[in-house]
């Protein structure tokens, strides 16, 4: 984990407003708002590097509610789109939905098929590793 937020935090693109990394009362929030709980290591994701900007695909944010990736706007579009209420979106990629299940895996929801893929990761870290840093 450490490797990753540190590889994560090189790669970091400057950018005209930077964003913010939220404090443990806004996931309370957006918890709140979405109904559901956050896993454990998606709250320390986005706790420690969601305010990383880097490549082409851009991870869920909760601190500003106009961004076009905050959670909660992102969650409402993934679950209209047909992904199940237990999935919590991690990242938008055109059709498909990174997300998060309750025990933390991520997977990918592919929007074509309306239903989850067989590709799988142990945790939104090894995501992040594989797919975000490789973008």
């Keep these: 984990m450490e ?5 994560l935090r090189e790669a970091n693109e ?6 913010e990394l939220p404090d443990e009362d806004q996931l309370v929030e957006i918890e709140e708002q979405l109904f559901i709980n956050i896993p454990f290591v998606f709250k320390e994701f986005l706790l420690t590097v969601s305010d990383v900007v880097y490549g082409t695909l851009e991870p869920v944010t909760v601190t500003d509610p106009q961004s076009h990736t905050y959670l909660p706007d992102v969650a409402a ?9 237990e999935l919590i979106p ?5 059709d498909n939905y990174y997300c998060v299940e309750e025990d933390g895996t991520v ?16 945790s939104v870290w090894h995501w992040a590793r594989d797919v975000w840093l490789e973008s």
Excluded at 14 to 19: N, S, T
Excluded at 77 to 85: E, L, M, Q, T
Excluded at 90 to 94: A, N, S
């Design 90 to 94: 991690l990242c938008q990629d055109g």
């Design 77 to 85: 579009n993934a679950w209209d789109a047909g992904v199940s209420r």
């Design 14 to 19: 400057p950018v005209p407003v930077p964003l």
């Design 3 to 7: 490797e990753v937020i540190e590889q």
């Design 107 to 122: 997977v990918l929801w592919e929007g074509d098929a309306e239903e989850v893929g067989e590709e799988s990761w142990e």
